[in-house]
């Protein structure tokens, strides 16, 4: 049997599939291609059903439930952290009257944004363009997400919004769900379980080889040193990602109830697991 695997190239998502892709994990079979794109490519193709798996934003995932069932292991979520909005040091201090620069109307990012702000404009853009548009003045405030989340200081940018500690005092705590991994629906329940158990055992495997993992993640840390790949790699790699948890699975349900009450998807989605 063979699948085609999509996530993003970014040195979380590299982190989760080394054991899959140093061949450390076995696939009972499987041949298991890997495809890199950003997350909101992933998001479009899922809804055509292109891929056997593919990372998500769980905003796209709201609307992609008749092809996919989420996997129970491979979420990326902000605990006390997120996506961030950003200005110049000199720039607005809210976002009252300005237009954020976001990096894809499917994102997770852009819906937490728009919970928080509902009436904010926004301007899509590449998420890698955005951290420089910022700091080049050519958009008045952005969205960052992946390490951008880490190195907006160094270009003399200035927090505006925090969207993950907003979500945690909004919901008591609960971190916020950002993309996760989902597996289409006619692959059938023997081998949706095969499967998934292989991608559990993947960013195991990853977490017990930690040092070999990361080094297989710098190649996709656009620019970070090892010390802040480390970092950003456990913001996003961490037990959440091996097993949501009665936590996890509470703000994936969270996300998709206040999502549906503020009208920013079109129905309200009870969360399917894959087995």
Do not use: C
């Amino acid at each position: 049997m063979k699948i085609t695997v999509a996530h993003s190239p970014d040195s979380d998502d590299a982190f989760m599939f080394y054991g899959l892709a140093s061949g450390g994990v076995p696939t009972d079979g499987i041949h298991v291609e890997h495809l890199l794109a950003d997350i909101e490519t992933l998001n479009r193709a899922a809804f055509d059903g292109r891929y056997e798996v593919t990372a998500v934003s769980f905003h796209a995932y709201a609307l992609l439930t008749a092809k996919y069932l989420l996997l129970r292991h491979g979420a990326s979520m902000g605990d006390r952290y997120g996506p961030i909005v950003v200005g110049r040091a000199a720039g607005p201090k809210s976002l009252a009257g300005i237009t954020v620069a976001v990096p894809g109307l499917l994102t997770t990012a852009y819906l937490a944004l728009k919970l928080y702000a509902p009436g904010v404009e926004v301007h899509v853009m590449p998420f890698d363009r955005i951290q420089d548009a910022v700091r080049d003045g050519k958009a008045d405030a952005g969205l960052l997400i992946h390490e951008g989340q880490l190195t907006y200081a160094a270009d003399g940018l200035t927090k505006i919004v925090d969207l993950g500690e907003w979500w945690a005092g909004k919901t008591g705590g609960l971190p916020l769900p950002l993309g996760g991994n989902v597996i289409r629906r006619d692959l059938g329940p023997a081998n949706i379980a095969k499967i998934s158990r292989m991608l559990h055992d993947s960013i195991a495997y990853g977490l017990a080889h930690r040092e070999a993992a990361l080094d297989y993640a710098m190649k996709y840390g656009r620019g970070l040193d090892r010390k802040d790949a480390d970092r950003f790699v456990g913001m996003y790699v961490n037990e959440l990602t091996l097993d949501y948890g009665d936590r996890g699975r509470a703000a994936v349900q969270r996300l998709m109830d206040e999502a549906f009450a503020a009208g920013l998807i079109p129905s309200n989605v009870t969360v399917e697991w894959a087995s």
